[in-house]
């Protein structure tokens, strides 16, 4: 999947974003600032891990021992769109205009169900999470909803992102999450 050419917005499971790769050094992903905007006031430490912001993408870069381990992207549609908004895919698709063919395509092409529990949506061996996809009805099963509901300006489902890494989240524990039957063939 490395050496395939991907747009400067596709989600790369395992491996990165368009030209970024895990891995890469702050040095290295500077270089693409351009594209991705550049970071954002001083860089924050936490437990070893440091991490920046480009506010003008919505995007967040972790770092550990200066290499990128993981990268976040948060919308709040209650402000103008992110300038990458109609971009960001995976596998040729737009996420945030289809996130129900998204996620199927995610789960065919890594061969690996979603799992679900309250506002998370998360591929575990793809290390995919995502936030606020997911609604449940009276019989607590889990879909995948669209943008096209009208929201209030204090619902909380203004607010969706999707982070990914190369390698899993240290003690992740998925107790009480559920798998969720992903159908279709897009």
């Known amino acids: 999947m490395a050496d395939k050419q991907y747009s400067d917005w596709e989600i790369i499971p395992l491996i ?43 995007l967040r870069m972790d770092y ?13 549609m209650r402000f103008k ?13 737009e996420i945030p205009a289809y996130p129900q063919i998204v996620v199927r395509r995610i789960s ?23 936030y606020n996809y997911t609604e449940y009805d009276y019989g607590e099963r889990a879909t995948v909803f669209a943008w096209v509901h009208k929201f209030r ?8 992102s999707v982070s990914w890494r190369a ?4 003690k992740q524990d998925y107790t009480g999450y559920v798998e969720m ?3 279709g063939d897009k």
């Open 16 to 58: 990165g974003l368009g030209h970024l790769r895990f891995g890469m050094t702050s040095e290295e992903v500077g270089g693409f600032d351009k594209i991705y905007g550049k970071h954002d006031g001083k860089p924050m430490e936490r437990r070893g891990i440091i991490t920046e912001y480009r506010q003008e993408s919505m």
């Open 64 to 76: 550990m021992d200066n290499k990128l381990i993981e990268l976040q992207i948060l919308w709040d």
């Open 81 to 93: 769109a992110p300038k990458f908004w109609d971009k960001l895919r995976f596998d040729g698709k």
């Open 108 to 130: 065919k092409k890594m061969e690996e169900p979603p799992v679900a529990k309250d506002d998370y949506l998360i591929f575990p061996r793809s290390c995919v999470y995502m």
């Open 153 to 160: 300006k204090s619902d909380p489902a203004y607010v969706r």
């Open 167 to 170: 390698e899993p989240h240290e």
């Open 181 to 183: 039957k992903v159908t």
